[in-house]
């Protein structure tokens, strides 16, 4: 009776662990979605009906995106600390900004890609969405330190600018604050990258390799799925320190919302992200991975399971879209000089 048990548990076990649709059912169970390979279905996610994607504000966006002279200093661009070519981030544990000026708080950079699936953007979760996201890092005395004024200076100062802003809003376009990085946040809608991951979850049953299945069960078994959830796997807000310390805690001052909670980040490149945490102390993704058991879930996570785990990890390294650096229009005599 005992033998029969234990055989009735490993083909149990197996059936979870192996059988696909099984695995993709458990999967969306918990709450994994994958990004839709319908077209039409993925614009009804990253589209705003008030301000729709369109080619020329996506390429308006992208020379906005990558034009340091938006920056104080002129030497700082949005892609900066979201570099598109390092998976949207910097590589650095505290962010830099004007002056060479360390973010105060200890902060990293988070990636921009698939930043569109996010319910919340920054770590502390303070806005709601990417075009109220992009008017803060212009701003911020330790990262592009403008003005307003010095941004919507630089804009409307430049003749190919403004004939591009009308090409995409229109002859009577206001070309403001708002106008200028809500076309950045357009841009940055479409930082998608669909993966292998979200193939198996549609329904292409041999996306994955047998042992990328065992970690994405083992990823669910263990509880990870309850804060790296959503199609970004992340970007919710979710309490921080749940079982036990984060052992970093004390560098930098950074402790959540008012409520304590902090922006879960997301899964997706995560093999292009480090380091990890929000004060980017962790450079190892299979330490990160340990210790997430220990202060999220309050269990052990051995090397074995870490490693299972960061396999299928691996899975959601996601295909770019192909971003090459503008040409941006030049100067004149009336665009706001850098300020040193």
Not at 66 to 91: A, Q
Not at 105 to 129: C, E, I, K, M
Request: hydrophobic share 40%; aromatic share 8%.
């Amino acid at each position: 009776m005992k033998h029969v048990k234990v055989m009735i548990l490993c083909v149990f076990g197996a059936s979870v662990l192996y059988g696909a649709n099984t695995l993709i059912e458990k999967a969306k169970e918990h709450g994994l979605r994958a990004i839709p390979d319908n077209k039409k279905e993925l614009l009804k996610l990253i589209d705003d009906p008030k301000d729709p994607i369109t080619d020329a504000k996506v390429i308006l966006g992208k020379k906005l995106y990558f034009d340091p002279r938006l920056s104080k200093s002129g030497l700082i661009s949005c892609n900066t600390c979201h570099n598109l070519g390092l998976g949207g981030v910097d590589g650095l544990s505290v962010a830099i900004g004007n002056q060479w000026t360390p973010n105060p708080h200890h902060l990293n950079s988070p990636t921009v890609y698939n930043s569109v699936f996010f319910s919340a953007q920054f770590w502390d979760g303070r806005s709601p969405h990417l075009a109220d996201q992009a008017m803060g890092p212009t701003l911020a005395d330790a990262e592009m330190a403008a003005t307003p004024e010095h941004i919507e200076g630089v804009v409307t100062s430049i003749p190919a600018y403004v004939s591009a802003f009308k090409k995409a809003y229109g002859a009577n376009v206001k070309i403001d604050f708002a106008k200028i990085t809500s076309t950045i946040a357009v841009f940055e809608r479409i930082l998608i990258t669909p993966s292998r991951f979200d193939k198996f979850l549609n329904g292409h049953k041999e996306a994955l390799s047998k042992a990328e299945k065992e970690g994405l069960n083992i990823f669910i078994d263990k509880g990870c799925a309850a804060c790296h959830t959503g199609i970004a796997l992340g970007g919710t807000m979710q309490p921080f320190e749940i079982a036990q310390k984060y052992k970093f805690a004390n560098v930098g001052d950074f402790k959540g919302d008012k409520n304590g909670m902090v922006k879960t980040p997301t899964l997706r490149n995560i093999t292009e992200t480090a380091p990890y945490f929000h004060n980017g102390e962790v450079w190892s993704l299979k330490e990160a991975i340990k210790m997430m058991g220990s202060i999220q879930l309050g269990i052990t996570i051995d090397d074995k399971d870490a490693s299972k785990i960061e396999t299928f990890l691996k899975a959601l390294k996601g295909k770019k879209p192909l971003i090459t650096y503008p040409q941006l229009p030049e100067s004149t005599a009336t665009t706001p000089k850098p300020i040193n």
